[in-house]
């Protein structure tokens, strides 16, 4: 078999020494709010389905650093999203992660000031207030909220760019024919990682550690086995370019038909995957396009 012209790519390798960051960038506080307002404070972030909050007065919380964030559907349908704190003394508003309110209200534990679900204050218990005080002073906190195709985005930015479907990378692929609207959530997996997130996300993009950590993987993807995520990691590629063997193309091993844990599909396939899709289990694409189920 031919490879195909996108092949003809040099190795994705490093061509000469590159310096790992500093040590402190990974445990110093400073490099952390760094991180935090450069990047996490700053992008569309997926914070739950739609499906999560999909009746009126429905609501979940999530932490985004140092910050709380309340997701609500108000009781017109319409999704939003605020700092998930009191504009009074700062209190929590809501202490469930995922509930259902029992009034048209968010009303804080503290002092019970009470918002409306559009954020708007309209109720605050204190008998005399000072002069001057205007409740349309004292809103929540607002933020912007995206949704994309049932998936539900936050912004932390008082100006966000564009919209979540606009931040995306084009060259991850078109998903037009996969039916994610219909999606429900079925299981719910959460996993705390006592790391800086950088490691995380260093350890996830390269697989020199695969071969000792991931042997099961490795047998299902054996380019794996070789501590390579695709073909044209190794810096031999050109010389394997016409094989077609798993441990050379990144396909799966023989048999296998996608990214389970024994290679066998567990669930409905999509109807209207295209041939290409289908056999993308099968075959990894080139470059370091990361898969959607993994790695
Ligand atoms: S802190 Fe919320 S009402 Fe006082």
Known sequence: ???????????????????????????????????????????????????????????????????????????????RAFHNTCRHRGSQLSQESAERLKARLLTCPYHAWSYSLRGDLVRVASKSLPEGFDKADYTLYRLALSVWRGFVFVNLAEHPDGS???????????LSNWPLESLVTGHRLTKVMNCNWKIFWENFNECLHCPGVHKDLSRLVPIYGRGLMARHDDPEWARHADNDAPEFSGRLRAGAETWSRDGHAHGPVFSGLTPAERAAGRARPSGSVQNAFGR
């Open 164 to 174: 979540a479907e606009s931040s995306f990378d084009r060259a991850s692929g078109d």
């Open 1 to 79: 078999m031919q490879p195909d012209p996108s092949e003809r790519a040099p190795c994705n390798g490093l061509t000469s020494l590159q310096p790992t960051l500093p040590s402190a960038d990974y445990w110093h506080a400073d490099a952390y709010r760094r991180d935090l307002d450069a990047i996490w404070y700053r992008s569309w972030l997926m914070v739950c389905r739609e499906a999560d909050i999909a009746e009126p007065l429905a609501f979940r919380t999530v932490r985004i650093g140092s910050q709380e964030i309340v997701m609500l559907r108000d009781e017109t349908g319409a999704l």
